[in-house]
């Protein structure tokens, strides 16, 4: 009898598996950021926190290889989500004292670290059981579950740690919540192994190694790295929403808005037309065009006036148009990343592209505290503005250029 052959289910699990990745991140930036910068720490304190959030990310390359060739992606994505869990619980029974900043930043580390293995896992299945036609509305709606675990551990988690009485019942809740989102594992296939995987670790991780070689030897390859390198779409005032919002006003339950239930609705769709958007004209230039477009924002917001309800509007527009970045992103790193050493791959574009966001943020938190918050819009604004330009330049000055006029040897760019 003929085996039924597999159909890819539909991309929206991939908002599903990749929640608890946001809710990580979020938890962080937004629950833990308010109630410690109302605990006394400044907002450089609340960056540096982020930072903790965002260093495993650029560095995330290196343990990567791990997921392309030990154990299966469900048993990797089941270790992410325990580990990640367990460590959201852990932040939320700490006591907020400033004095523990330190401690938070480690568990911080921790928690975001973990994330990042079940993410992996989740992208090793998207690359191998998505159409190239598709990879645009794959990563969009990869993003949007990003994006929209980053809304459920900010603004659920704050709202929670603020009317419950008890803080610790954000990190507990959020725990569970990641553990429920290993459902869609019974409808993903399980990647084959790659090629070599019967022979020792060390000759498939040289294998690896000729993949990701193959990556940064096509003109794709090099400029999806190059544009993920450069300040474009970051997103990084998103990490200091909590810290800043007392120059607009808004309290606790209004930061919980922008960061929670607003920021789904207009984050999730955003990532998802990105996404879509991009698989009809050339992806980096749709990047590239969605980080004007938060340039722009940003600029918008610096200029506009400070009230709670301005504060509401300009936050989610902002989520808007970085859900429309990070559906590009991914749509860009799908695209460059092809099938073979898959996690790999997609993990040295997305080490990449979080190295500037980690410095955005940075810079994002010693501007405000030097200047205020409106100085810190316009410096991220410039940022992406110089991003953009500098790519284009880039880009049209390599057109039709090949491998071999670069450096002796086969292959074609």
Same mark, same amino acid.
């Given at each position: 009898?003929?085996?039924?052959?597999?159909?890819?289910?539909?991309?929206?699990?991939?908002?599903?598996?990749?929640?608890?990745?946001?809710?990580?991140?979020?938890?962080?930036?937004? /629950?833990? =950021?308010?109630? +410690?910068?109302?605990? &006394?720490?400044?907002?450089? $304190?609340?960056?540096? @926190? *982020?930072?903790?959030?965002?260093?495993?990310?650029?560095?995330?390359?290196?343990?990567?290889?791990?997921?392309?060739?030990?154990?299966?992606?469900?048993?990797?994505?089941?270790?992410?989500?325990?580990?990640?869990?367990?460590?959201?619980?852990?932040?939320?029974?700490?006591?907020?004292?400033?004095?523990?900043?330190?401690?938070?930043?480690?568990?911080?580390?921790?928690?975001?670290?973990?994330?990042?293995?079940?993410?992996?896992?989740?992208?090793?299945?998207?690359?191998?059981?998505?159409?190239?036609?598709?990879?645009?509305?794959?990563?969009?709606? /990869?993003? =949007?579950?990003? +994006?929209?675990?980053? &809304?459920?551990?900010?603004? $659920?988690?704050?709202? @929670? *740690?603020?009317?419950?009485?008890?803080?610790?019942?954000?990190?507990?809740?959020?725990?569970?919540?990641?553990?429920?989102?290993?459902?869609?594992?019974?409808?993903?296939?399980?990647?084959?192994?790659?090629?070599?995987?019967?022979?020792?670790?060390?000759?498939?991780?040289?294998?690896?190694?000729?993949?990701?070689?193959?990556?940064?030897?096509?003109?794709?390859?090099?400029?999806?790295?190059?544009?993920?390198?450069?300040?474009?779409?970051?997103?990084?005032?998103?990490?200091?929403?909590?810290?800043?919002?007392?120059?607009?006003?808004?309290?606790?339950?209004?930061?919980?808005?922008?960061?929670?239930?607003?920021?789904?609705?207009?984050?999730?769709?955003?990532?998802?037309?990105?996404?879509?958007?991009?698989?009809?004209?050339?992806?980096?230039?749709?990047?590239?065009?969605?980080?004007?477009?938060?340039?722009?924002?940003?600029?918008?917001?610096?200029?506009?006036?400070?009230?709670?309800?301005?504060?509401?509007?300009?936050?989610?527009?902002?989520?808007?148009?970085?859900?429309?970045?990070?559906?590009?992103?991914?749509?860009?790193?799908?695209?460059?990343?092809?099938?073979?050493?898959?996690?790999?791959?997609?993990?040295?574009?997305?080490?990449?592209?979080?190295?500037?966001?980690?410095?955005?943020?940075?810079?994002?938190?010693?501007?405000?505290?030097?200047?205020?918050?409106?100085?810190?819009?316009?410096?991220?604004?410039?940022?992406?503005?110089?991003?953009?330009?500098?790519?284009?330049?880039?880009?049209?000055?390599?057109?039709?250029?090949?491998?071999?006029?670069?450096?002796?040897?086969?292959?074609?760019?």
């Amino acid at each position: 009898m003929t085996a039924k052959p597999h159909k890819p289910p539909h991309p929206a699990v991939y908002l599903v598996l990749y929640l608890p990745y946001g809710a990580a991140g979020g938890y962080v930036t937004i /629950s833990l =950021a308010w109630l +410690l910068s109302h605990a &006394g720490a400044s907002v450089a $304190a609340v960056a540096g @926190l *982020a930072g903790m959030v965002l260093l495993p990310n650029t560095w995330k390359v290196l343990w990567a290889p791990l997921i392309d060739t030990t154990l299966t992606s469900k048993t990797w994505y089941a270790i992410g989500i325990v580990l990640t869990g367990a460590s959201l619980a852990a932040i939320g029974l700490m006591p907020l004292e400033t004095g523990l900043l330190p401690a938070f930043g480690a568990m911080a580390l921790t928690a975001s670290l973990a994330s990042t293995l079940s993410a992996m896992a989740a992208e090793r299945f998207m690359a191998f059981d998505t159409p190239d036609h598709e990879k645009g509305r794959a990563a969009g709606w /990869s993003q =949007a579950g990003n +994006l929209g675990g980053t &809304g459920l551990g900010g603004g $659920a988690g704050l709202w @929670l *740690a603020v009317h419950s009485g008890h803080p610790w019942t954000a990190g507990v809740t959020l725990a569970l919540i990641s553990a429920a989102c290993m459902w869609p594992l019974v409808l993903l296939r399980e990647p084959g192994r790659m090629k070599g995987a019967s022979r020792t670790y060390f000759s498939v991780i040289a294998e690896t190694g000729r993949d990701v070689w193959s990556l940064v030897r096509t003109r794709i390859g090099l400029l999806a790295c190059f544009i993920c390198l450069l300040p474009i779409g970051t997103g990084g005032v998103q990490q200091l929403w909590a810290a800043i919002a007392k120059d607009w006003g808004a309290d606790a339950d209004q930061v919980a808005l922008a960061g929670g239930l607003l920021s789904g609705l207009v984050s999730i769709p955003g990532a998802v037309a990105g996404g879509y958007l991009a698989d009809r004209m050339d992806r980096k230039l749709a990047y590239a065009l969605f980080g004007v477009a938060s340039a722009l924002t940003a600029v918008a917001m610096a200029v506009g006036p400070r009230t709670p309800l301005a504060f509401l509007l300009f936050a989610s527009l902002y989520n808007l148009i970085i859900g429309f970045c990070y559906g590009g992103y991914a749509a860009v790193t799908l695209e460059a990343i092809g099938k073979g050493a898959a996690v790999t791959k997609y993990n040295l574009v997305s080490s990449i592209s979080n190295v500037p966001i980690l410095v955005v943020t940075e810079i994002d938190g010693w501007a405000a505290t030097q200047w205020g918050s409106g100085a810190m819009l316009w410096v991220e604004a410039g940022l992406g503005v110089v991003g953009v330009v500098f790519y284009v330049l880039v880009a049209r000055s390599t057109r039709g250029l090949t491998w071999k006029k670069l450096f002796p040897g086969p292959g074609v760019v």
